[in-house]
């Protein structure tokens, strides 16, 4: 999971474990890698993640609204790069142009300001096109499940895993507490306090 705005980050390394990567979908924050958009410098750092893995099939599914306005190399060019390491890119629109509710955090609550946006969907359809990927729009949250169930219908891979499970007893306490009882009571059997027939 690639987190960019201003910048790009690794927020959560590649992993098979669902819950682990669901978690850290849910604490993502508009704004927390920044206000603006480096979408080249999200496909860099999600193309160095992939590019020496071992597999057939090597996929980013970005989902932006297209408009790059920042970070220092452009998004077509990092698709071109991303397209040499075998990196097909599934190019995810979301947006639309005008102005739309942005959230901000007061102290008072979060409150919604009206803020002009962009939407580029040559870009995204040109990333697309230059990984050999595919683009979509979602209009809503809908659309945008019915997207994810067809990336994940056209790229599946056959992995094997190796799974380890880390436990720990928890038996040992309440054995030796049971231990301590029934030595008490064999004390006490053999003291004054012992049963009369």
Known sequence: ?????????????????????????????????????????????????????????????LLTDGASNSGPVGPLEVAEASASFGVKVYAVGIGSEGFAPMPR???????????????????????????????FFATDTDTLARIYETID?????EKKVKEYMDYHELFAPFLLAGLAVLLAEIVLANTRLRKLP
């Open 153 to 157: 219908q056209l790229e599946k891979t």
């Open 1 to 61: 999971l690639v987190v960019f705005g201003s910048e790009a980050y690794t927020q959560c390394p590649l992993t098979l474990d669902y819950g682990v990567l669901t978690s850290f979908v849910d604490r993502l924050e508009t704004g927390m890698a920044g206000k603006e958009t480096a979408i080249g410098s999200a496909l860099s750092v999600a193309t160095t993640r992939l590019k020496d893995l071992p597999g057939k099939e090597k996929i980013v599914v």
């Open 105 to 135: 955090r007061t102290l008072l609550g979060t409150i919604l300001d009206q803020v002009k946006v962009e939407f580029d969907e040559k870009t995204l359809q040109e990333i697309a096109r230059l990984t050999s990927g595919r683009y």
